[in-house]
């Protein structure tokens, strides 16, 4: 497949909406000082295979997609007991709501609401200084020093009394360890961490390639546990949207209020758009529209994968996960295997 016309082929189409519709995020002056008229697209494959059109090289704050990678480490570290702090279900209310923690007890519905964000950065933070753990690991995945942005870090904080509401509700409900203050730093910085679309491309690749890192091979989790945060990316990564998404695009998908959106193609690939004005969801509106283009364009959305036939070998793998599984057995669509043509879809 040829994803280097096609994703400039993207950005030419929506370049004429670029400006139009939306709003730019504008809760601190340096989002609201971005200009929305950009647009950029970036991809890697499974096999190192990358494309990118557009802004795809502009810095942007990566705010909420800060919170794949908090859980990513969250998981890393605490395996499953960091699940006694937090839930796995959509919210169906606003990434910054208070009210469900209420009725809840403090416990937050899933890692991607900012409630459940700051439970995981406390229990980082019970472990190690989260604030570098969070840049090494970014800087690690993208091969590319990953920085904060100062300004944005000082307004988040300047600026976020719910989630100050937020900590100290957990904090009540004996759900948060350290010192709220101290968590909260660790947030703030992490919403003020700045990448580009092609960083960020490369940064999530581990979720396209069963855990493993997208340069170095290594197991940054388990494949158990990279098809699980797929999954809540697909459930909850993307606010009160996610099954505006699923209709839509039918892709994990993880968003941030500065405009980027991360996508993944379980096993072939992983791309991130960007473009900074914002629909009422709180979802980028053009980045909405390119992975829409994108997925009808390819094929690639997860309810169509299914129909796209898979190699010997990835058939072999998920046989033996099926023959593992005491309650499950092998499903007849993944015995026939037959290759593919194209080395985009061949494995690492
Ligand atoms: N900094 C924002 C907040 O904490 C992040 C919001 C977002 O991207 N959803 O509310």
Redesign the pocket.
Known sequence: MQFQPLLEEIVATLRAELGREGQVASYIPALAQVPAAQIGIALRTCDGEEAHAGDSTTLFSI??ISKLFTLALGMRELGETLWDRLGREPSGNA??SLVQLESEQGLPRNPFI?AGAIAVTDRLVSRFDARNELLALLSSLCDEPVHFDQEVAAS?AAT?FR?VALANFMKSFGRIDNDVGAVLDVYFHA?AIRMSCLQLARAAGFLCRDGAHPFTNQQILTEKQARRINALMLTCGT?DAAGEFAFRIGLPCKS??GGGIVAVVPDRLTLCVWSPALAPS?NSLLGMKALELFTAKTGLSIFLLAKVRIPASAARRVQSFHADASNLTPSATITQPAARSSPVFARR
């Open positions: 705010q909420s990434f910054n900012n988040e976020g989630n919403c606010y941030g209020v709180g």
